[in-house]
């Protein structure tokens, strides 16, 4: 058997790298699922040996990913040319041609040479896992089981595309707030290092009496002209700072708690959790994927630190003889009293998946419609924080000229 290299990750996200035998990449990653750990990464031991620039590569990978909607393209293709009669082998050289990103092109043609050597689909989809999801090797993995491949490629293009549209409304909702936010940023700082000076100039020579609010933006425009560089360094490091405790246990805790309590957008992220969630684990018991281990992709496919841990302990309470609806009952806070009670009655019919994919939809429109009304909230929120804030800055500025005009 093959020694790997691999990377792992366990729910608190700590990651952890090294060597390990096993027969394939399966076997690998239920090794590692039995010290609590998943699978991120692995590479057999002599591939790693023989090309230290194809480490390179992959390591660049991880900063230019595979756009989602390249692989959807590929999911769709993939799916019609089965459907047609043409070889795993062929299709895949076929859809290698027609890839954009070059990272895609080369993972494709690699997977046709496997299979043709004589591995299987999953197996072989294994070896890009910062391509290809555990989602999607297991859901191609039960249909290859079954023969129902065809279907499992339905499916997972029916998830992705969902999916995709979720969390681009999402980022199309949050665009406009950001973008205002920064070009008021942008505008802020502008004032500041050149308006500002002009006008302490002026008070100088003028010998006006400063208020305090007035004495505040002088000094911080002083503070900015004299250490534009420090600054910009230190808004760099805060950054990575901020983004290296976000990857810990205790900011992971903290970023998720922010979201679900944070005004406004807790429904919106609730919902969405709960959507992505429900989405992902009817996608994958449909598929024929079993019970235990779909609770464990599903966990690894969401974000937010609390619905991870909730189908974490879920799927351990599943493995020993627990229902889904039951082992979910402690997390009422996350899944509303609908969807544990509406999981009972798909468990006690035997029509899980398909209660999922409902209440998947519920959420779906649920999300819909917060954010369109959130996007009519949000503008005159906005002008109102930004007009006092402009207020506040031009009242300051203008304090002491108008000192000067009762003194006259």
Request: net charge positive.
């Amino acid at each position: 058997m093959p020694n790997y290299f691999y990377k792992a990750k366990n729910l608190e996200g700590e990651e952890k790298m090294g060597v390990l035998n096993a027969k394939n990449h399966s076997e690998l990653a239920k090794i590692l699922r039995k010290k609590k750990y998943f699978l991120t990464e692995a590479k057999e031991e002599k591939e790693e040996k023989k090309n230290i620039l194809s480490l390179n590569l992959d390591f660049l990978d991880k900063f230019f990913k595979v756009p989602l909607t390249e692989k959807l393209f590929f999911t769709k293709n993939l799916g019609v040319m089965i459907k047609t009669g043409v070889s795993l082998p062929r299709s895949f050289q076929i859809l290698s041609n027609q890839a954009k990103n070059s990272q895609f092109k080369k993972a494709l043609k690699t997977i046709s040479e496997k299979i043709s050597k004589g591995k299987s689909l999953s197996e072989s989809l294994s070896l890009f896992p910062n391509i290809f999801s555990s989602l999607y090797i297991e859901t191609l993995k039960a249909g290859e089981e079954t023969g129902s491949l065809e279907e499992s490629l339905k499916i997972l293009d029916n998830q992705m595309q969902r999916e995709h549209d979720l969390k681009s409304k999402i980022k199309t909702a949050m665009a406009y707030p950001m973008i205002v936010l920064v070009m008021t940023m942008l505008i802020g700082v502008f004032m500041m290092v050149f308006a500002v000076p002009n006008l302490k100039v002026a008070f100088e020579e003028l010998n006006v009496q400063i208020p305090p609010s007035t004495k505040m933006f002088l000094y911080l425009a002083d503070f900015l002209i004299r250490n534009w560089f420090i600054s910009i360094i230190f808004l760099f490091v805060f950054a990575i700072i901020l983004i290296s405790y976000f990857k810990t246990k205790k900011g992971q805790r903290l970023k998720s708690n922010l979201l679900l309590k944070a005004p406004i957008i807790n429904k919106i992220n609730k919902s969405s959790n709960s959507s992505l969630a429900l989405m992902i684990l009817s996608s994958l018991l449909r598929a024929g994927v079993p019970v235990v281990r779909a609770l464990e992709i599903t966990s690894g496919a969401l974000s937010n630190f609390y619905f991870k841990e909730s189908l974490i302990n879920a799927s351990r309470t599943v493995e020993k003889g627990g229902k889904i609806s039951e082992s979910l009952q402690p997390y009422k806070d996350l899944y509303s009293p609908m969807v544990l009670e509406m999981m009972e009655i798909g468990e006690e019919t035997g029509e899980t998946s398909e209660i999922l994919r409902g209440l998947a939809d519920f959420y779906e429109e649920e999300v819909t419609d917060s954010l369109a009304r959130l996007s009519s909230m949000i503008e005159p929120l906005l002008i109102l924080v930004i007009g006092g804030v402009v207020g506040f800055f031009a009242i300051s500025m203008l304090q002491p000229i108008f000192n000067i005009t009762k003194g006259l």
